[in-house]
């Protein structure tokens, strides 16, 4: 028989953070610090509006690049918060998540052997997302004195007369790094002088813990060459909704709207005018909700500088991207034997790109009390581990 399987497929990599919590979901009394999933309930005005729709029989297919009522929200929501402008009717695309969105951009743009520029670590989809796109991912390390930000110096010895697209994805998973206005401008004068496209990745703008997020979009010169991606997974606890959506150009969103049409169709009807009502009345539950995670940041940055534990201070999404380097062990390994020691489930950096070794995300997307215990279970980890050392 011939091979039925794509071996550009087979060959690439599963996903990295899955495995540790199929092992977790199966042990008592196991914690899980690792599934980049907020613990707080959709608002409920959300909630309440998605019931609402469906008993109104809303169950139809809306036009295929989404409910012009969502996307004229939309745009009001990306002026207020990140102060850029764009037309619903033609330079907006909802889409299931945002996954589906940053899987559609670089299909739409990339032709055979146009490079991508990907900072890493970053979000596990953005390399394979480039290799089915027939793209050749670009790695750019990024690094730990450098608070995982991407520098100037970094990108341009990257770059290649072939390259097309940068990734800039910040608030980054799985370090909590942020770019300010002051760290995006150098790379805004390299994107332009190189005549690159930037797929902008900013779904967890909402939760920014140092002044307000700032868009690359916002700066002049960029809007024509930007891709936005956002969603409501994040922000507004909206996971399996599963919704987001693409802003930029209307030449890009014309095609990207294609390939949705004939591979989606629409994002689903329900959670459209759910995201409607969420985007009109529900941002004093999303500051809330920041708060928290806030709140939950600060504590373990302290405990960490409590147990003597290497982590810069990130100021983004709800991940911390502590070092383990000092345990003489890889990130797999300090993983794998935290969670069969202490019952304690987190994602070696290696799942996010091979400078992610050394480190391991912890996500702070779930309680105080569960954040306590971990915790607990951490030192008593690495107590014993500095003890066998001496």
Request: hydrophobic residues 40%; aromatic residues 10%.
């Amino acid at each position: 028989m011939k091979n039925p399987l794509s071996q550009k497929v087979v060959q690439l990599e599963p996903s990295g953070i899955r495995k540790f919590f199929d092992v977790v979901n199966e042990m008592k009394d196991a914690i899980s610090l690792g599934v980049g999933e907020p613990d707080f309930d959709t608002p409920w005005r959300i909630r309440e509006e998605g019931i609402y729709t469906l008993e109104r029989g809303r169950t139809f297919y809306t036009s295929n690049a989404g409910l012009m009522e969502l996307k004229v929200e939309i745009t009001k929501y990306l002026k207020n918060r990140v102060d850029v402008s764009y037309d619903p009717k033609k330079e907006v695309l909802v889409t299931v998540g945002g996954s589906e969105a940053i899987d559609m951009m670089f299909r739409a743009m990339i032709d055979p052997g146009d490079e991508v520029l990907i900072p890493q670590p970053s979000y596990v989809s953005y390399l394979p997302c480039a290799v089915m796109a027939d793209g050749v991912p670009v790695v750019i390390p990024l690094k730990n004195e450098n608070e995982f930000k991407l520098t100037a110096e970094e990108l341009e010895a990257a770059i290649t007369p072939k390259s097309k697209i940068l990734v800039m994805p910040f608030p980054n998973n799985p370090t909590g790094a942020i770019m300010t206005r002051d760290d995006l401008a150098p790379i805004v004068d390299l994107v332009i002088k190189h005549d690159l496209y930037v797929l902008s990745d900013e779904i967890y703008s909402e939760l920014s813990y140092k002044g307000d997020h700032v868009s690359i979009a916002n700066f002049p010169g960029m809007k024509e060459r930007t891709i936005l991606v956002n969603g409501f997974s994040k922000g507004f606890a909206m996971t399996g909704w599963r919704l987001g959506y693409a802003c930029g150009p209307a030449a890009i969103i014309e095609q990207m709207t294609k390939i949705h049409q004939y591979a989606i169709m629409c994002a689903p009807t329900n959670s459209q005018y759910a995201a409607v009502e969420g985007l009109r009345n529900c941002m004093g539950e999303v500051q809330k909700m920041r708060e928290s995670y806030n709140q939950r940041r600060r504590y373990l940055m302290h405990e960490f500088r409590r147990m003597g534990l290497e982590c810069f201070e990130p100021y983004g999404a709800f991940y911390v991207f502590p070092s383990i380097q000092e345990f003489g062990m890889t990130s797999e390994e300090f993983a794998t034997r935290f969670l069969e020691e202490e019952k304690v489930a987190v994602v070696p950096g290696t799942a996010f790109g091979a400078c992610g070794e050394g480190f391991i995300r912890i996500s702070y997307a779930y309680s105080l009390e569960d954040l306590k215990e971990a915790l607990g279970r951490l030192e008593n980890f690495i107590t014993r581990l500095r003890e066998k050392k001496k």
